[in-house]
């Protein structure tokens, strides 16, 4: 069951925090009211995680017509089933490209008011 996120409609509460979380069923309909005070409120969207327990099956993807790649090195990927290229490479360009993207990502960055 997902958990969801609400938070008030009408301002802020004095005997509730701000946003609250119910454990609810995909098909359930949202919440119109705070359990607690009454209140309206409203479902935000927040952080959503999950994770797939299966394993991909190469051969599996080829035979639906993907073409699966694994990467060998920095830059260059290797086709490990289907019918696309044998290889990925990326040319020294691109590469420099998403190294100083990378590094401009690392700075720190300063707001003057």
């Known amino acids: 069951m997902p958990i969801y996120e609400y938070e008030k409609c009408d301002g802020d509460c004095e005997i509730c925090p701000g946003r609250f979380d119910a454990l609810q069923g995909i098909t359930d309909d949202p919440l119109a009211y705070c359990p ?61 490209a998403v190294a100083d993207e990378k590094s401009a990502a690392k700075k720190p960055k300063s707001f003057d008011l």
């Open 36 to 96: 607690t005070c009454g209140l309206s409120v409203k479902r935000v969207v927040s952080a959503m995680r999950f994770a797939i327990d299966k394993t991909t099956n190469y051969d599996k993807a080829a035979k639906q017509g993907f073409s699966t790649y694994k990467k060998s090195e920095y830059g260059v990927w290797e086709k490990v089933a289907g019918q696309g290229v044998d290889a990925i490479v990326s040319s020294e360009e691109d590469k420099r």
